[in-house]
């Protein structure tokens, strides 16, 4: 049979690597590394780029020893997590802030063809050097420290000792400063658990799968929040079962996008009006533990399961009626509105940049794009949808251009002036404009 899948994932956290979970249960695989006030082995690690041994010679091996008296900060990262990319000046300026009394080695398990590159790329884009060692290709360390989220930082004191594993959040200059002078520090401790198994043919949470049926809220379904499931949702066709929408543990203005925007109309910060008198309600700007504490009593799981003779439209608004019966203390609505946004319009008529065929690609990466034979519409719509979701305004297309495009550009994607810096050679711009725009306007349903 015939199968159609369109997959979406709104990655809450970076995905290291999977693990099955035994006998359907979340497990902790922290704990099957050293942990917290254990001493570390003095381990060879190899593979290392951009570092300098104790004499100021370039080295590519070093021992966990030869960083003995430092606190020692393992930073584990993949070029793909875009938190991870984030924290590399913000490492940079701790290193050159605290000198040689610690050290950063930034950990990752991609080769160095795939990690150098990107790095490369990265500092031109920044406009600057960073000074941080990298081990790539990385086993020995990833046996020591099993993870399965990014970023993952071990910190290490003088004496070998583990004293700390810890999320991005607790990588500040007070918490570095009191380690350092006080030899001791209790942080957070950041616990990975594998996800249990989901079978997405199967209904969720039917005989166990995905969780415990008592949790069972609404079939379609909607149920309460579980916390053993990895946050995020999937669309998929197939003809012989129709359309399925399932959804784990995300707010309720993630469902709201989710079933307004019918999987083609991404709808960011830009075109969400919340007048709610507790816009808390249904969305939170909480980070790291006390956000999961919020999600506890703030986030939902959903899934749809409609016949083949139902449309991918009509499904979406049976999940728009799901949710209104279910949360109806929320109006929800679009509305078009007049308002600013960035219309991508053509300063240069002369330009061409009309496909000279071949197959249709696409490439996106923080760092770059490349169109063939493809719309100028998919990447708005990619745009809109990852790379620019908190950007002040939305994005649309002024051009009128409706044939397939060949563009290629290198610019860091979630920046409007340096995308438009990469356009520019093709006689485009996203230039700030007033238009028309479908916006969700969420109200108490007083």
Known sequence: MKKITIYIVMALLCLNFRLQAQENKAVDVTLKGIQIGQKVPDVTVTNLHNYKDANGKPATTAKLSDFKGKL??????????????????????????????????SVTYQTEKEVLPFLEKF??????????????????????FPHTTLPH??????????????????????????????N?????????????KYDKRIPFLIDGNGGNHNDLIYHSIIAKYSGKLKSGYNVQYDKGTGWKITAFD????????LAYGMNRNHLNNSTIVNNLRQPNDITSSLRGDEYLDWKKNHAYSYELVV???????????????????????????????KRPCYALE???????????????????????????????????????SSYQQKAKYPLV?????????????????????????????YGLQFIERKKDVKVLVIADND
């Open 72 to 105: 020692l900060i393992l930073d584990f990262w993949a070029t793909w997590c875009s938190p991870c990319v984030a924290m590399i000046p913000k490492m940079d300026s701790l290193q050159k802030a605290f000198g040689d009394k610690i050290q950063f080695l």
């Open 123 to 144: 500092e031109k884009q920044q406009g600057k050097h960073y000074d941080l060692p990298v081990i790539t290709s990385s086993k020995q360390l990833h046996q020591l």
């Open 153 to 182: 930082y071990v910190w290490i004191d003088g004496n070998g000792n583990v004293s700390a594993i810890t999320r991005m959040d607790e990588l500040t200059y007070i918490n570095i400063s009191h380690l350092l002078t006080q």
């Open 184 to 196: 001791s520090i209790t942080l957070a401790e950041k616990k990975d658990q594998v996800p249990v």
């Open 250 to 257: 995300l707010s309720l203005l993630q469902l709201f996008k």
């Open 307 to 337: 016949p083949p003779t139902t449309s991918g439209e009509e499904a979406f608004i049976n999940m728009q009626d799901d949710l209104k019966r279910l949360f109806n203390k929320f109006s929800v609505k679009e509305e078009i509105q």
């Open 346 to 384: 053509r300063t240069d008529q002369e330009s061409s940049f009309l496909s000279k065929g071949g197959s249709s690609l696409t490439e996106f990466s923080q760092t770059n794009m490349a169109l063939q034979n493809t719309t100028i519409s998919l990447f708005i719509a990619k745009l809109n």
């Open 397 to 425: 297309d002024d051009t009128g251009i409706i044939e397939n495009v060949d563009i290629k550009i290198t610019a860091n994607l979630t920046d409007i002036n340096s995308i438009n810096d990469g356009l520019r050679s």
